[in-house]
T-cell receptor, first 113, second 115 residues
Framework: KNEVEQSPQNLTAQEGEFITINCSYS?????LHWLQQHPGGGIVSLFM???GKKKHGRLIATINIQEKHSSLHITASHPRDSAVYIC???????????????FGKGTHLIIQP | GAGVSQSPSNKVTEKGKDVELRCDPI?????LYWYRQSLGQGLEFLIY????????KSGLPSDRFSAERTGGSVSTLTIQRTQQEDSAVYLC?????????????FGSGTRLTVV
């Protein structure tokens, strides 16, 4: 079964802390996305990865294809980073299966001032 | 347009009525996706369009759900005889390529409440 697991489900941290959110998946993928969803807001695509590491501002995303694992890091966290962070993968097609993304349940991050 | 536009942003309907949700993708994006996010649940894939055809309808939860896309652009998701369990945020996303190789852009969603 194609599954995406995220951890932790909830994370509360103090402003300035280094944050790590993890994502693991069950079978081969063609791409992994990290998404951000603010309360009552839409979804913003942060990163799309198929290998290695990407950095944008204070956000860093890494992926280890062999271990089927990705991490999203936030350096010098700020209250405005408070949001739900969602890992989503596109599994390698098998016999014409779903072409859409499979989503993790999300990590609810709160950064306290 | 500049982004993916969905309408209405909120819809309250009575159980048993039909509803239509609209998605206007980014111009030129050939791939269009519908997802659903129920309260307390993760996002769930519903259907994928490449151009006007829907090669993958595997995520539609029942035959009350249908979707079409015309002119390779606007898509409509129709839910017939709505039930309370259909209450959710319905999200649309588009991508320049069918494999999402250039990433996805999401709309703001339609919050559907069935009373």
């Amino acid at each position: 079964k194609n599954e995406v697991e995220q951890s932790p489900q909830n994370l509360t941290a103090q402003e300035g802390e280094f944050i790590t959110i993890n994502c693991s998946y069950s079978v081969g993928i063609s791409a992994l996305h990290w998404l951000q969803q603010h309360p009552g807001g839409g979804i913003v695509s942060l990163f799309m990865l198929s290998s290695g590491k990407k950095k944008h501002g204070r956000l860093i995303a890494t992926i280890n294809i062999q271990e089927k694992h990705s991490s999203l890091h936030i350096t010098a966290s700020h209250p405005r980073d408070s949001a739900v962070y969602i890992c989503a993968v596109r599994f390698l097609l098998s016999g014409g299966g779903a072409d859409g993304l499979t989503f993790g349940k999300g990590t609810h991050l709160i950064i306290q001032p | 347009g500049a982004g993916v536009s969905q309408s209405p942003s909120n819809k309250v309907t009575e159980k048993g009525k039909d509803v239509e949700l609209r998605c206007d993708p980014i111009s030129g994006h050939t791939a269009l996706y519908w997802y659903r996010q129920s309260l307390g649940q993760g996002l769930e894939f519903l259907i994928y369009f490449q151009g006007n055809s829907a090669p993958d309808k595997s995520g539609l939860p029942s035959d009350r759900f249908s979707a079409e896309r015309t002119g390779g652009s606007v898509s409509t998701l129709t839910i017939q005889r709505t039930q309370q369990e259909d209450s959710a945020v319905y999200l649309c996303a588009s991508s320049p390529s069918p494999a999402g190789g250039y990433g996805y852009t999401f709309g703001s969603g339609t919050r559907l409440t069935v009373v």
